[in-house]
């Protein structure tokens, strides 16, 4: 995921993995999240992502709308999940260890 | 008393780690594979990735992207970085690494395109250029772990560009149930009978599955790549849910 040079300029939801492991103890981007705009649901790893800088931008594979934003400061991580109306977040059943897979 | 509250614990939760580059091995000239320990690795998927992240000596840090190319061995894993222009990250570990150098790591992260040998029904693999490496870690995860049979067609633009070219045609007549079909979009070797060009509804057709199989399908490169493959899935028949895409970008990791 490196600097443009053609084409399309964004990615999917996938890319969000990493920021969001910085916080959250389950995997966000199996979580399907229902757009505020146009009803439909979507899981976070088909969100179409923009960014990372200055920060990442998620839209709805659908209808385009700005379902997230997520910047990442020296000290904080900012999430706006505004567009999202509701997330289904898949909890894994055996998540006593620290470490373990998703 | 707030983190004991959460259930189950901070379980996918991942920071930085230290990673040591153990080898470096050409796969084509602008692609390397890197191999690196990573003491404590937890284990991964194939499918998922890591965050690898630079930092220079006067503080200035990159991150990027990169998909895990080989299957959970102990602390060693593996990534396979195309160089593009510009690419502050992937020109370093092309071009610039040596063995003994340490980056860091943030990972295994992901956990939508992944591919386990448990899961059941046959699977389309669609790679666009140096897509083919997430791809890659399920043919090699799948090798004596599952009976599943895989198709994978590989879009390059000249047989030189064929990543895990050797593996991939010895893998092709020894693994039981894997066909690989190369599309060549620019120059194909003699005796190449698929006429040159981008990739096609009947690419999928004659390489691919039959709808009624049902196959789940995982389409990973460029952005644009990817976009025209899933719709021509979808054109087809396939169902949208069977689809899992992973984007890389306008150009590549």
Known sequence: ?102 | MARAAIPGGLTVRRSWRQAQILERRPETASASTLAFEVTGWPGHLAGQHVDVRLTAPDGYQAARSYSLAAPTDGDRIAITVQRVPDGEVSSYLADEARDGDTVEVRGPLGGWFVWKPEDSGPVLLVAGGSGVVPLMAMIRSRDGASPTPFRLLYSVRTPQDRIYDHELRRRATEDGGLEVAFLYTRTAPDGETRSVGRITAEDLIAYGWPVDAEPTCYVCGPTAFVEKVSDLLVGLGHDQAMIRTERFGPSGP
């Open chain 1, 1 to 102: 995921m490196d600097a443009p040079i053609e084409g399309f300029a964004f990615y999917d939801g996938n890319s969000l993995a990493g920021p969001l492991s910085e916080v959250f103890g389950v995997e966000l981007t199996t979580a399907a999240g229902r757009c505020r705009s146009c009803g439909t649901t979507s899981e976070l790893a088909t969100f179409r992502v923009y960014g990372p800088a200055p920060g990442f931008v998620g839209r709805c594979p659908h209808c385009e709308d700005v379902l997230l934003r997520l910047v990442r400061t020296p000290d904080a991580l900012w999430l706006d999940f505004s567009g999202v109306s509701a997330l289904r977040i898949l909890i894994p059943s055996d998540s006593a260890d620290e470490e373990q897979q998703p």
